[in-house]
Structures are given as C-alpha cells and as structure tokens.
C-alpha cells in the first residue's frame, strides 16, 4: 500500500500541500549537482547572518576572544618580568666534626637527625692520658719559674761584686803607685849614698897613695900608714855596699813598676768585664724567662688538649652521618659526624647564560619549595665567579677535539627571608624553583 503523500513544512512553520512531482528521466549526477547546489554567498553576509541568528553566541564568542588576548598579552609580559628555572635546590653550610687529638671514645651524645645547640657536648675522649700530661707541664712551669727566681738576685748582687772590685783594685793600684814613688826616693837616696862613699873612698885613697910616699920617705909610722890603709879598705868597702843598696833599691822600683802594671791591669779587667758579667747575668735569666714562657705553653697545651676530649657543637643545627661508636680510637682530623646549620640557608640557583641578562642583585625572588608544596620569598645576593662547567672536577677544553656549543648554568646565590613560618622545615639539598622578578 503506497503512503498518501505528507505535507511539507516552509521555514516558518506552515503546512503546504504535497504536489506529485511528474515522472521523468533522471539525469546524471554532474548534471543533478549543478541544479541543486546553491550559489555561495560571501562570507561577511553569512558571519552576519550568523550573528543575527545566535546573538548570544555572538556575545560569548567575543568575550572568549577578547579574554584570549588578554591571558596572551598577561603571559607575554609575565615572560618578559620574569625568569625561573628548575635547576636549584637548597645550600646551607655542613659542620664537619672532626677529633683534634687522639684518644679512646668513652661516649657518644647524640644520634643520626639529632637537634643539637651550639656548644652541646656530642662526644667525649678519655681525658686520663691528657690529665697526666697538664700536671707534668704545670710542675715544669713551677720548676722554670722557681729557678728564676733564684737567677734574679745574681744581676743585683754581680753589679755590687764588680763595683767592690773595681774600687779595690783601684784602692790597689793607687797603693802600688805610692809603693813605686817610695821605691824611687830610695833609690835616689841610695845613690846619693853611693856618691858620697865614692867621694870618701877617692879622699881615703889619694891619703892612701900620699902617705904610702910618706911611709917610704920616713915622714910618717908604720902605725900611722896602716890606720890610712884600714881606712881606704872600710870606704872601698863603703863604696861597694852603697852601690848594692843602690842596686836593690833600683830593683825595688823595678818590682813596684811591675806591681803597678799588674794593678792596672787588673783593675782595666775590672773595669772591662763589669758590663759584660751583667749582660751575662741579665742574658741568663732572659733564658730563665723563657724557659718559664715555654713551659707556661707547654701547660696551655695541655691544658687545650684536656678540652679536646669534649667534642661540642660549634654550630646549632641537625646531626648527620654519625660515624663513630663508644671504645672507637680516633685520630686527629678523622671526621665523627657532621652538624647541618639550619640558621643560615640560601638557594642556589643555576640559570642558563641566556637568561642572565636582566639579572641583578637585589631583585625579589618568589621560590617554590617541591617538597612542601609552599612559596617562600627572596633577594638575589650574588653571582658565581665562573659557569659550574668551570667548577667541575674535569672542566672541559673546548680548544680540542671537535667543538660543540653548550648552553652553560651559572650558579645564583638567593637569600631567603628567615621570618617564614616554612624556612625552619628547610634543610639543604631540597628541590627548589625560583622565580625571579625583573621589575
């Protein structure tokens, strides 16, 4: 049963009759295309009769574009205010501690991520060899410093000793001088004594030779001739010891001259050697002084390697890498753990050469921290010396082999402002992305 035919609808909604089409031919499909394709109108006309078919489409459609370039010129100025990276990470200073003497551990004080003073004891050495060693050096210092003591009376008493000897043998050459003035008035009177018995013995012999002649002209006795010659002998004989006398007086002077040099000499010495044995003296207990120095070092010594058996925290932060036990023996500069300061950490940053054009101290810093899922703010505070390749263990040589240009990473210091409630969570080495603002 054929279907009666259905009425067709209009575009405005009204029902029109359904009319037979005759039957025909059909044509080919190039043909039937051409006859019922449409002319195209232009695209303006069609766009606004879109516009007047959908006006709120027309409205959100403008919107999304006008917000669309918003959002782009906001990311555009946001790259061009604004440089980051994801190279970086969290820096802070590790205290290595270390054993400056050797010794036996007799306790260890903390653990592994223990929180730590500064100054908190951490390990102890047994003290009793380093005990032993100050109360030998402190009984050295009392023994420099006693014989010290008695060295310093010798300066004074030396300067009196020299100052007796010198007015001695001064008295003594004085002395000497007076012996030598009296020797020579001896000898000059000796002399004279010996003029005088040569005067009468050449009287005493010329009566001799006169009354000899007398004698043999009778003119005289026999006893008188003989008391002349008696006479002659005992003024020859006067003559003689006159000139011994005068001879040893002569030697007297000679002994008291040579006295006399002997006392000057020694009173020169004297005089000579006095400022020398006080230089000797004061020299001797220069020693001694020093001497009561380097014992009193000595006793610091020990006294410092006493303290040394009680390792302390020379920073306040965390405990890591424990490496030493109870009865370990240690040796000096042998690393026990390690004490991370969590008081003064900073961001180091490596960013590309490409991006260090606007870079500047100073400038304010927004930094995300991976593992707390928190912003933290600061302050560029310096720039490295050279690129981190330079740093490396193996820096490389680009004047051999075949070159390849790598971007390099120079690293950043950033410090972090203290007074955030998430700087005391930081510890070093945690992941970081900084995001630098460039106005």
Do not use: C
Not at 12 to 38: F, K, Q, V
Not at 54 to 65: E, F, K
Request: charged share 25%; no cysteine; proline share 5%.
């Amino acid at each position: 049963m054929d279907p009666s035919p259905q009425p067709q609808h209009d575009g405005n909604g009204h029902d029109e009759p359904a009319h037979d089409e005759p039957a025909h031919d059909e044509p080919d499909e190039h043909e039937r295309d051409e006859r019922e394709a449409p002319p195209k109108e232009p695209l303006r006309r069609r766009a606004a009769r879109w516009r007047r078919a959908h006006p709120r489409g027309t409205i959100l459609l403008t919107v999304a574009l006008v917000a669309a370039i918003a959002v782009g010129l906001l990311v555009w100025w946001y790259f061009h205010t604004h440089e980051s990276t994801d190279d970086a990470q969290i820096d802070g200073h590790i205290a290595p501690i270390s054993a400056r003497i050797t010794g036996t551990v007799t306790a260890v004080h903390v653990e592994d991520n223990t929180i730590v003073q500064a100054g908190q004891l951490l390990v102890e050495l047994d003290p009793v060899d380093y005990q032993v060693a100050l109360t030998r050096a402190q009984a050295a210092l009392a023994q420099a410093r006693a014989e010290l003591a008695a060295e310093n009376p010798n300066v004074p008493i030396t300067a009196t000793s020299n100052k007796t000897q010198i007015a001695t043998t001064s008295d003594e050459v004085d002395t000497v001088r007076a012996a030598v003035v009296a020797a020579e008035r001896d000898t000059q009177s000796a002399l004279a004594k010996v003029h005088s018995a040569e005067a009468n013995d050449a009287r005493a012999q010329a009566d001799l030779a006169r009354n000899k002649f007398l004698l043999g002209q009778r003119a005289i006795t026999q006893e008188r001739y003989d008391q002349i010659v008696a006479t002659a002998k005992a003024t020859r004989a006067d003559v003689e010891s006159a000139r011994a006398l005068a001879h040893a007086a002569q030697k007297t002077v000679e002994q008291q001259q040579l006295r006399l040099q002997q006392a000057q000499s020694r009173a020169g010495e004297a005089e000579r050697n006095a400022p020398h044995q006080i230089s000797i003296r004061e020299a001797q207990i220069a020693a001694k002084e020093a001497a009561v120095k380097a014992a009193a070092a000595a006793v610091e010594r020990a006294r410092l390697d006493l303290s040394y058996t009680k390792i302390v925290a020379p920073v306040a932060g965390v405990v890591g890498k424990r490496s030493v036990e109870p009865g370990q023996h240690v040796q000096p500069g042998e690393q026990l753990l390690a004490v991370v300061a969590l008081d003064d950490l900073w961001v180091t940053a490596n960013f590309k050469e490409t991006q260090l054009r606007h870079l500047q101290a100073g400038q304010h810093v927004r930094i995300k921290v991976d593992a707390l899922g928190e912003k933290l703010d600061g302050t560029i505070e310096s720039f490295a010396g050279a690129s981190g390749s330079r740093y490396s263990l193996l820096p490389p040589e680009n004047a051999t082999g075949n070159y390849v240009k790598v971007v390099q990473r120079l690293p950043v210091r950033i410090r972090l402002d203290r007074n955030q409630d998430a700087y005391r969570r930081l510890r070093p080495g945690m992941s970081v992305e900084p995001n630098v603002s460039l106005r």
